[in-house]
């Protein structure tokens, strides 16, 4: 099983990315798959989740009304578009499977046993 993010960028304020992350081995529709990120000296923050069981989404209270996930079933692909970044949202982007996850009513790093290497995010003028 493996899970590979893509799309990070050096963007300036109020702008706007499009990170992939690329299954395989699995189905992207068969597991829950979940976006975090984690900036120099923080602690790895949940940004998004989409449920395996009904496509349901949730986000991190910092980033709620300006990131949407997204699934392509065909492309075996989840996709996170960002917009109006802020410099916060500078980070290292994270994409990870949760094979037994359900739901993303609450979702933890822990939950999640397949993580990629990343994509760097940095949002700055």
């Known amino acids: 099983l493996q899970v590979v993010e893509s799309g990070g960028d050096l963007v300036q304020p109020g702008g706007s990315l499009r990170l992939s992350c690329a299954a395989s081995g699995f189905a992207v529709d068969y597991y829950t798959i979940g976006w975090f990120r984690q900036a120099p000296g923080k602690e790895r923050e949940g940004v998004s989740c989409?449920?395996?069981?009904?496509?349901?989404?949730n986000y991190g209270d910092s980033v709620k009304g300006r990131l949407a996930i997204s699934r392509d079933n065909a492309k075996n692909t989840v996709f996170l578009q960002m917009n109006n970044l802020r410099p916060e949202d500078t980070a290292i982007y994270y994409c990870?499977?949760?094979?037994?996850?359900?739901?993303?009513?609450?979702?933890?790093?822990?939950?999640?046993?397949?993580w990629g290497q990343g994509t760097q995010v940095t949002v700055s003028s």
């Open positions: 989409i449920a395996s069981s009904d496509g349901g989404s």
């Open positions: 990870a499977a949760a094979p037994t996850l359900l739901s993303c009513n609450t979702f933890y790093a822990s939950d999640f046993a397949t």
